[in-house]
């Protein structure tokens, strides 16, 4: 088995594995807690210039869910 991570080391190539949005997010993340039937921004982690942008678009599950979503660009 090849060790992708290894065999790219030291190169201009970075190696991303996409498990969750958050972790390939350009801009930044937001972390987003459903509660009382509402999403209620948890935590911004966006980059400078952009900002958390909109809640998750589908209901919560549960009381204390969370759902990271993308961070948007300011606009100027």
């Known amino acids: 088995m090849v060790d992708l991570a290894s065999e790219l080391k030291g190169t201009d190539i970075e190696l991303r594995v996409p498990t969750s949005r958050a972790r390939t997010a350009v801009n930044g993340y937001a972390l987003w807690e459903f509660n009382g039937g509402n999403w209620r921004l ?17 209901p919560g599950i549960f009381d204390g869910q969370i759902r990271a979503t993308e961070s948007v660009v300011l606009s100027e």
Do not use: E, Q, V, W
Request: aromatic content about 0%.
């Open 42 to 58: 948890r935590k911004d982690a966006s980059l400078p210039g952009a900002s958390p942008g909109n809640p998750p678009r589908i």
